[in-house]
């Protein structure tokens, strides 16, 4: 079990007036909850990972998101290859935006946000120079999308604990 709270900075580039911008120009504060269980002799995986985000309000928009919570999960299987680990299993995600959006930019009321992933999930572990090194690699497909985006995520993540 692990508890973690990320901060976000308003990073990128922003402007008003422009259909797609690659920063949001507001802070977010994110308190995360993780709970997984990995078995040292049958090599299985779950885990689930809950998160709640606060956002500040856009200054220059006067648009101040909603807060969001969101559950992220993994069911894998892991097995020993060569003095490697090697997984493979399915992991999902569920998003939903539980307070409205508000300020006077905020033009097409709440706009709750809502969308749900889910797609395999593939990883690697193994020890490099005495350290332990771990790479996952996920193909997550939105299933229902409302009020977002809609479209796949790819998420490679890459540890080297030393």
């Known amino acids: 079990m692990n508890f973690r709270v990320g901060t976000y900075a308003p990073t990128g580039n922003d402007k008003v007036g422009r259909l797609a911008n690659t ?3 507001f802070w977010t504060v994110e308190p995360v909850l993780g709970l997984m269980y990995f078995g ?5 995986e779950g885990s689930v ?3 709640f985000d606060f956002n500040t309000e856009n200054t220059d928009t006067d648009y101040q998101s909603g807060r969001q919570v ?6 894998a299987q892991h097995v020993p290859r060569a003095g490697r680990l090697v997984g493979a299993g399915v992991s999902a995600y569920y998003y939903q935006q539980v307070s409205d959006d508000s300020g006077s930019g905020a033009t097409l009321g709440a706009f709750n946000g ?15 120079s005495g350290c332990d090194t771990i790479a996952e690699l996920k ?12 479209g796949d995520i790819v998420w490679l993540k890459a540890v080297l604990k030393f």
């Not at 969101?70 to 069911?75: A, N, R, S």
């Not at 193909?139 to 229902?144: A, C, G, P, S, T």
């Open 23 to 25: 920063g949001k120009n």
């Open 40 to 44: 040292q002799k049958n090599g299985i």
């Open 49 to 51: 990972f809950t998160g």
């Open 70 to 75: 969101h559950v992220d999960g993994t069911l």
């Open 114 to 128: 809502r969308t749900t992933g889910l797609g395999p999930a593939l990883s690697y572990a193994r020890k490099v």
């Open 139 to 150: 193909w997550l497909n939105e299933v229902e999308t409302k009020n977002r985006l809609d």
